[in-house]
């Protein structure tokens, strides 16, 4: 009987961490990995602020999110470290039921002191405290958006508030020096624990459901936003906070712009559309693209182009395993891309380069590898909290390893402006005169095709399930979208099992 209890027990407790709840213990880890890699000081982090403009969502700053798992706006985490011991204490906003009309309840301070262990005061302690503070450490320690960049100098977006709130204190105490930890936030949040890769998975698992639905209901003459809005009603009808990342829907010529995400173009029978989607699901992104024919079959052109495509990402799957350097893979698809262009005729040969200046190769004057001129992003990128995420291929030696989780996601992208942007020298003019045959056959085709990978103590596995081969696009588009799909049960009970806001 007892026996019996105890596994009743267990069952309830396992189930809630290995569905990816992250526990309080795992988010006081986290604290203490960065502390211990602080010297004595006071750290201080900011959560993301009440949005400005009224009525639009709030979403939580993702170094505070991993650092506390507190979903509320105006909150802040300030740890003081004295003689080699650490104190934290998380600033929110007391409960208020005439605020709380507007903004629903707030946890208070007694239930962010119960659900993170740490001690709790009122958000508008927090200026006074720093300030005080000012006067008795040496140095404070920042976590921000500003990267491994100078903590107080503005970003591309000018200052953020954390910044400003800093410099202030800074100007008022001359002796204090201001020290970005925000690397190590970056280190530590690249290795995924097998919570975070749990959630990472279920976000994948929502846009593989929706390319599914997309894959099904895609036909000539439908516009890019329909597939849009399909996409991201399946993203919340399946439990996501909402698309990671600006949903990507180009069609025909929109194909072969990267960051496409007007959507709002007429599809026609005989072009490709590429699809680059990804919901949000407790904060953890997901990254998937598929590139289909409207028609529901590809042209033969269509077909060498994605069928290379879909070479180099095996490749580079191939080449993917633990301890494996990001950049071997990279070089696995890039080789392969390249020996396919010039098999199409795209390019003259292995090898080849394009005296391709500021406009293809980046640099005045420079010359480059011709596939660079249909394949100039990189091979792929971490995926987490960010939808570009660090990842541990970039602190370790440039190695992925277990606690990955990353894209793979080569392209070929045919502009049908591109002879015209090749500068017109002698030796580019007898290139284009080889490769303008397939150039202009190949025209206005995109294709990437985008998987997510993780890598546990099992290895590495492929996620995002999606069909990908030409075979199997062609017959999940050959069945006919038949309406709203009924409910996901499991996929939707899985929130419930993930953790509570
Ligand atoms: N969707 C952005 C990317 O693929 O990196
Ligand atoms: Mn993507
Ligand atoms: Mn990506």
Redesign the pocket.
Known sequence: MRLLTLFAALTVVLPGSLQGQISRQEYAARRDSLISNIQDGALVVFGAREPEKDYISFYQDPHFLYLTGVREPNAALVIVKRDGRATGTLFVQPNNPAAEVWTGARMGLDTARARTGLAARAADDLLPVIDSLAGVVRTFYLVGAFGDEDPLEPGEHGLSYDQEVMRAIASRHDSLAVSNATPVVLRLRSRKSAAELELIRTAVNITVEAHRQAFQAIEPEMNEFEVQGLVEYMFRRNGADRPSFATIIGSGPNSTTLHYNANDRFMRAGEVVVMDIGASYRGYAA?VTRTVPISGTFTAEQRAIYQLVRDAQAAAEKAATPGASFGGLSRAAAETIERGLARIGLIEGVGATVEGGEALCGQAGASCPQWTMYYMHGL??GIGLDVHDPEQAHYQGGRINVGSAF?I?PGVYVRANLLSIIPDTPRNRAMIAKIRPAVERHANIGVRI?DDYIITPRGVEWISKAPREIAEIEALMAQRWAGTPGRNAELVRRYERTGSR
């Open positions: 990254d792929g990128h894209t996601e985008e």
